[in-house]
């Protein structure tokens, strides 16, 4: 109940602190809020979703990945489930932050690319995924060389901090190509790549680490199912290098 209640006050003051803003800079900023409904361009209302589709079904697609890795899981101890449960709170953190410095260089990359400047662009490009590349190796180092204690911060059990530890481990191995990945997906955001967005999100979770995931239960039991991510994400890093690298050739020819 308490985090709830924390979760929707601090949910509120976001929104009053972000009307605020958009009030007190309202004179300067292009951004305008009307009380009364405003017709609204076909290609617009296109744009937003070409954009908003591929974070969505990034969602819906993890919240199915998740819960079928559960329903496998759930043939196993209960340290074991336990375990899991803790190591993913724990790789939240990191992966937030990995996930944060991605959105967060969206608003840059559009900008620069809507207004010609692609010199910048690809050196914002460049920069985030350095950033963010370096960033994610040393929180999969801290978390690699803390798991235990860390896993220990939640719970005291032994065989649960075991099992815990191991599968934070294992799942955090995807640290550094998820930063690819994800960055990718904003550039392509970014720059209007609405089909290579959708075509990461798609690959990323739902659909091909389902297969993947009971395939890897059977050849390694319980520990099999934590190295389904990264190989994942190394897979979706790979095929996001790809499209990207593509996407410059195109332009270059374009151009």
Not at 93 to 112: D, K
Not at 161 to 175: N, P, W
Not at 186 to 205: T, W
Request: net charge positive; hydrophobic share 55%.
């Amino acid at each position: 109940m308490w985090r709830e209640l924390a979760t929707c006050i601090s949910n509120v003051v976001s929104v009053l602190y972000l009307f605020g803003h958009i009030i007190h800079t309202r004179k300067e900023s292009v951004v305008r809020l009307t009380v009364f409904p405003q017709r609204i361009r076909l290609s617009y209302v296109a744009g937003v979703f070409s954009v908003g589709t591929p974070a969505a079904l990034q969602i819906v697609l993890a919240s199915v990945s998740n819960s079928v890795m559960l329903r496998l899981m759930s043939g196993y101890v209960e340290s074991a489930v336990s375990g899991l449960g803790i190591a993913q709170k724990i790789e939240m953190i990191p992966f937030q932050i990995v996930q944060g410095l991605s959105s967060g260089v969206l608003p840059l990359i559009a900008y620069n690319y809507a207004s010609g400047n692609r010199k910048r662009m690809d050196s914002a490009v460049r920069f985030s995924l350095a950033a963010g590349f370096a960033i994610s190796v040393i929180l999969f180092a801290a978390v690699e060389l803390s798991a235990p204690q860390l896993v220990r911060f939640f719970i005291s059990d032994t065989a649960t901090v075991e099992y815990g530890a191991v599968f934070t481990r294992l799942r955090c191995i995807s640290l550094p190509f998820i930063n690819i990945e994800f960055m990718l997906i904003s550039v392509f955001q970014g720059i209007g790549g609405a089909k290579q967005a959708f075509v990461l999100s798609f690959f990323q979770k739902g659909i091909f680490d389902l297969p993947l995931m009971m395939l890897a239960n059977m050849l390694w039991p319980m520990y099999g199912l934590m190295l389904t991510g990264p190989v994942m994400e190394f897979l979706g890093g790979s095929l996001a290098v790809f499209l990207y690298r593509r996407q410059n050739l195109a332009d270059r020819r374009a151009a």
